[in-house]
């Protein structure tokens, strides 16, 4: 399920917008609920909180974004999870710093990546891993291609006009999940609507990813993410493979957005 709400960000390259149109802003704050489906069995198994302020990273101005992650009080009897990642990056969407904070079980660990060098045709950064007070790895990884952690990426994704990509558009790209290196296929599967009760409906892109990864069930169609139709860009539904059964994301409260969610379509109530 971690891996899954990581994962759904960091997968896409299509068209960006000016950074004076940026689609969030500081003080923006969105909660989700984590739901796992085994069988015929749908049960909520954990929540994700994130949010957006205004920092500083070494003299730079930067966006400093927080996902704290956590397992239901049922999900934490079966295997615990209190996972925290954090992210800077800069108003032109140059990454800075990132770091997780992983508990699982029994096991615990603190990753950091320092990004030394981005362009958009090289990413040059140092990932550092302690564990258990022992260092587990730090090394340099270098990749020929603009290469995000995955909660910056959260950000970067959401600044892409997706109004101005063609439907069943592909595209390759690449990502780093600790020292691994990510192939990922994205398509544009375009607009779609999104129903979240009889009374209410979003207007959405839907996009596709495909990966290779050992979590997932299949490669094809992995992961399918429905974001708002709308200035915003936020993830509102996100659904996923897994190896073992699957599992549903679902926006679930807002707050400090930059703009209305007008992707909302509030449907009468017949008398």
């Not at 960006?16 to 489906?37: C, R, V």
């Not at 999940?177 to 994205?186: I, L, N």
């Not at 839907?206 to 490669?219: G, L, Q, R």
Request: proline fraction near 3%; aromatic fraction near 14%.
């Amino acid at each position: 399920m971690k891996q899954l709400f990581l994962t759904l960000f960091a997968i896409l390259l299509p068209v960006s917008m000016p950074t004076n149109e940026l689609p969030f802003q500081a003080g923006e704050e969105l909660k989700f609920d984590i739901h796992y489906k085994y069988g015929l069995v749908m049960v909520r198994a954990g929540s994700a909180g994130f949010k957006i302020e205004e920092s500083n990273y070494n003299g730079k101005k930067s966006y400093r974004s927080v996902l704290d992650f956590k397992t239901t009080s049922f999900f934490d009897k079966i295997f615990k999870m209190r996972d925290t990642l954090r992210s800077y990056i800069t108003e032109d969407m140059h990454p800075l710093y990132h770091s997780r904070s992983v508990h699982e079980g029994n096991y615990q660990f603190t990753e950091e990546v320092f990004f030394n060098k981005f362009t958009p045709e090289q990413t040059e950064a140092r990932i550092k891993r302690v564990s258990m007070q022992q260092l587990r790895f730090d090394t340099i990884l270098t990749y020929h291609s603009m290469t995000f952690d995955m909660l910056n990426l959260m950000l970067f994704i959401r600044t892409f006009n997706y109004s101005q990509m063609e439907p069943a558009h592909a595209k390759k790209i690449s990502t780093f999940v600790g020292r691994a290196k990510v192939e990922v296929t994205v398509r544009n599967e375009g607009q779609s609507i999104l129903e979240k009760n009889d009374t209410l409906k979003y207007k959405t892109y839907k996009i596709a990813f495909d990966f290779t990864d050992s979590a997932f069930n299949e490669s094809k169609s992995a992961v399918e993410v429905w974001i708002s139709d709308d200035k915003n860009r936020i993830p509102l539904k996100i659904r996923a493979k897994l190896r073992i059964g699957a599992a549903e994301v679902y926006l679930t409260s807002w707050k400090n957005l930059k703009y209305p969610l007008s992707s909302e379509v509030i449907i009468p109530v017949r008398q």
